[in-house]
């Protein structure tokens, strides 16, 4: 956990508004992800709109969080975790700024995607973006709490989310090659589970920096590193 004292003082203050926007805008970016799920299912280019109009707000929530960091640290000396949770959030700001991304990308997809010819392996999808969401949820958690342990734990479950991509991975190559006419829609699908594997990976970065935010520590090496990007 992270060190607190009882004092309230500007700081202190300063530290709840940064939690309250991570909050918020891992609320928005979770909310968006499942939105884009949901229209995936239904084929509903409507829904999908309306997610990519949505960006817009996590992105001004991520500049918010830069210009309440720099005002943190204007003329002031925090003590060391203030430091460290300071500079993490602002840098899950931006991670979570790209998971959205990554939701309003599937979204993009959903109008290029023929409704009335539905692939199969498009049914499996949805529970990885399940598993994708409640990594992203549980990590900002583990942020709010300031738990290294729950931070761990999310980092453990970034291989089991990679064994589902890989799983559908081979489902949607076997059905493009067994049905050469739906290459292209294939192609969307493929894009979208790469999608949420990212979200994945995303989600453990959250979770690294919260570890090194509540220990000071760097989390032990995963069996696989998260990419950047």
Do not use: W
């Not at 589902?164 to 894009?191: C, K, W």
């Amino acid at each position: 956990m992270f060190g607190r004292t009882a004092t309230v003082t500007p700081f202190n203050q300063d530290l709840r508004e940064l939690r309250g926007l991570i909050a918020q805008m891992g609320g928005l970016a979770e909310q968006a992800i499942e939105r884009a799920m949901t229209a995936l299912r239904r084929g509903d280019a409507e829904l999908a709109a309306a997610i990519r109009a949505d960006d817009a707000r996590v992105d001004a929530m991520a500049a918010e969080v830069e210009r309440t960091v720099v005002r943190m640290m204007a003329g002031r000396s925090p003590a060391e975790a203030d430091i460290r949770e300071a500079i993490a959030a602002l840098k899950i700001a931006a991670v979570i700024e790209r998971i959205a991304d990554y939701a309003k990308n599937i979204a993009k997809r959903v109008p290029l995607l023929e409704s009335d010819s539905r692939i199969e392996p498009i049914s499996t999808l949805p529970a990885m973006g399940r598993m994708a969401a409640e990594m992203v949820r549980d990590a900002l958690d583990a942020f709010a709490a300031r738990d290294a342990a729950a931070a761990q734990a999310v980092s453990a479950r970034d291989r089991a989310l990679d064994d589902f991509y890989d799983s559908i991975f081979r489902v949607l190559v076997t059905h493009m090659v067994e049905n050469p006419s739906t290459i292209g829609q294939v192609a969307h699908l493929l894009f979208v589970a790469k999608n949420l594997e990212r979200i994945g990976d995303h989600a453990t970065n959250i979770a690294d920096m919260v570890y090194f935010a509540a220990t000071g520590a760097q989390m032990a090496e995963r069996e696989r590193g998260t990419a950047a990007g």
